[in-house]
């Protein structure tokens, strides 16, 4: 025989060895099938559009006065102009909690409105069909209408502060957030 057919032979011994020795490597194992197990699926939430509630706007003190157009409107110290609409809440999950909230950090249009926005403090409301105050948002809230009020309280300032100013508030949100569950020990 030829040396390379020889050492073409060797070769091919030598591989199947090492892949034939690969597998007694291996150590014991086992498995066994999980009872009672099957599918999981993820809850979903989310809010509808925001429907104003009669015209959206009104001021509240010292009594409930609609505002007819909220850009003609001009807001004086100390006063709280509210915002009231309905959304549909999708809240699906066996141990979902959420918090819904306004956002209105993009309310100030400019540098020249950042004394009329930080005399403004947000204040949210949630309340269900039936006009009782909602704490937070659960599955039980899922597929009904909730009845949401921002209120902007314009605090008291001294002397000529936040005048001539004005915010968009157009640019404000209504933010529902999980409440995130304590990761078990």
């Known amino acids: 025989m030829k040396k390379q057919t020889k050492g073409a032979i060797a070769a091919a011994a030598a591989g199947a060895l090492l892949l034939g020795g690969a597998g007694s490597l291996a150590v014991w ?4 099938d999980v009872s009672g197990g099957g599918p999981v699926t993820s809850g979903a939430l989310d809010l509808s559009a925001c429907a104003p509630v009669g ?4 001021s509240l003190n010292p009594t409930k006065t609609a505002i007819t157009n909220i850009s003609a409107y001009r ?3 100390t006063e709280s102009i509210e915002y009231t609409c309905d959304v549909t809440v999708t809240a699906v999950g066996d141990r979902l909690a959420a918090v819904l909230t306004a956002d209105t950090a993009g309310i100030v249009p400019g540098a020249n409105s950042a004394e009329l ?3 403004v403090q947000p204040v949210t ?9 909602i704490s937070q948002i659960t599955k039980v809230q899922n597929g009904t209408i909730v009845h949401v ?3 902007l309280n314009f605090t008291e300032v001294a002397n000529q502060v936040a005048q001539n100013q004005s915010l968009n508030l157009a640019a404000m949100k209504l933010v529902v957030t999980q409440t995130a569950l304590t990761p078990a020990p």
């Not at 015209?55 to 009104?58: C, K, S, T």
């Not at 409301?125 to 009782?132: F, L, P, R, S, V």
């Open 149 to 151: 009020g921002v209120r």
């Open 29 to 32: 194992s086992d498995s066994a």
């Open 117 to 119: 926005a930080a005399a």
């Open 75 to 77: 807001i004086v110290t």
């Open 125 to 133: 409301t949630i309340k269900d069909a039936g006009g009782n105050p």
């Open 55 to 58: 015209g959206g706007w009104n």
